[in-house]
């Protein structure tokens, strides 16, 4: 069994969070071993179970998956607007991963101000931990709110991009052990409002990849296509076949362009933004043979001329706009049951052409299951286009 304290930190610091905040609960954690194979519910409504060779967590707002190497977690916006009833969710593994971090936390963030990740962030920072972050000009450390600015005036060194393009990542590197990804920004907003995923791995490829391309970014200041060019990262382990590319230096969009087309049966998607024509086209030519196309759009702007929503449509896939009253924030293919595109990356031209992001793409039927589950359960929720919405 590898050393998972950065994964499995998280269900232990998880446990004692709960613990100390209530001292009248219990919190219990199964296993594959557990009697009868069930889930275990605690008085907070939070539940860990066994799934295969995975361990579940349940929050009050979200949900977690967790293998020896590996973590996917989704948040589960309430719709509720009321910001008092915003806790318990993907914040807080975050937070106690943060917590069990000892030498160095870098972040790449485009915006931030959930103040349960801020407080871990300066928690960090005030135990010793060499805590590095870069982030967006405007929408970082020049937000109205303040909170980066905060951060960078408390002693922790902060980098932005000063441009107009975006610095659109959303990763961290803990003690150059484990990543954390995804469509997640650190925020009240993309924590309890917006539909969103990420991604943790604890191995020392991806966080190689994460860790130059943090570098760059923080000690050169190279920000879009003026970034150093680290290609295509490829790498496996335990059979999860995963690859790593960062816009907008590298070469996203044959690589997407090519999975697209290797797609045999179906294509899941759930998406912010799908404009770049070049990933519509391909999708057409593949629903041309016969290949499943089923797309979630978040429902603002989704049927516009540059949304790649309504050629869709119109070639024959099956569209839906989002039931969620505030944004669907993934950014998300899933193809043929096997295969998953996430991170940062929105399908979109300034994506491929001028901001910083991340995508990342794994093979693996497990990890997949997880997002056609996500996916199944915003489709429920998502309205069929109406009668003339769309003109062929």
């Known amino acids: 069994m590898r050393n998972n304290r950065l994964i499995f930190g998280v269900v232990i610091a998880l446990m004692a969070l709960l613990v100390a905040a209530c001292a009248s609960e219990s919190t219990t ?57 915003y806790v318990n969710g993907i914040d807080v593994p975050l937070a106690n991963a943060i917590g069990q971090v000892q030498n160095t936390l870098d972040i790449a963030a485009f915006e931030m101000n959930n103040e349960v990740i801020v407080q871990a962030i300066l928690d960090a920072h005030e135990r010793g931990v060499t805590v590095r972050i870069v982030t967006d000009d405007e929408h970082g450390i020049e937000d109205s709110d303040g909170i980066l600015q905060g951060i960078k005036d408390a ?17 961290m590197i803990m003690d150059s052990a484990a990543v954390w990804t995804g469509s997640w920004n650190y925020t009240v907003n993309g924590t309890y409002r917006n539909n969103n995923n990420a991604v943790v791995m604890q191995n020392a490829d991806a966080v190689a990849a994460f860790q130059a391309e943090f570098d760059e970014m923080f000690n050169d200041q190279e920000f879009g296509s003026r970034s150093t060019d680290q290609g295509v990262v490829n790498f496996s382990q335990d059979g999860v076949e995963v690859t790593v590319i960062f816009a907008a230096e590298a070469d996203e969009e044959p690589v997407l362009e090519s999975f697209i087309r290797e797609a045999e049966s179906n294509i899941r998607i759930m998406t912010f933004v799908f404009s770049a024509d070049s990933l519509g086209e391909a999708m057409v030519d593949m629903i041309d043979q016969g290949v499943t196309v089923q797309g979630v759009f978040e429902n603002r702007n989704s049927t516009a001329d540059w949304s790649e929503l309504p050629r869709l449509h119109c070639a024959g896939g099956e569209m839906r706009q989002d039931g969620n009253r505030y944004t669907l924030h993934h950014k998300v293919f899933i193809i043929d049951d096997d295969t998953v595109i996430t991170g940062s990356f929105n399908f979109s031209g300034n994506a491929l052409r001028s901001n910083d992001e991340n995508v990342v793409i794994i093979k693996d039927e497990t990890i997949a299951g997880l997002y056609i589950d996500e996916w199944q359960r915003l489709w429920d929720s998502a309205s069929p286009l109406e009668d003339g919405e769309v003109t062929c």
Not at 65 to 78: A, C, I, R, T
Not at 161 to 167: G, I, K, Q, T, W
């Open 29 to 85: 954690t199964t296993s594959s071993g557990t009697t009868g194979g069930g889930s275990q519910q605690t008085d907070s409504g939070q539940t860990s179970a066994p799934t295969g060779d995975l361990e579940e967590l349940t929050f009050g707002l979200g949900r977690g998956y967790l293998s020896d190497w590996w973590g996917v977690f989704f948040n589960e916006p309430s719709g509720e607007s009321d910001a008092s009833t």
């Open 155 to 171: 002693g922790v060194p902060v980098v932005d991009d000063s441009r107009s393009a975006l610095m659109h990542n959303k990763f």
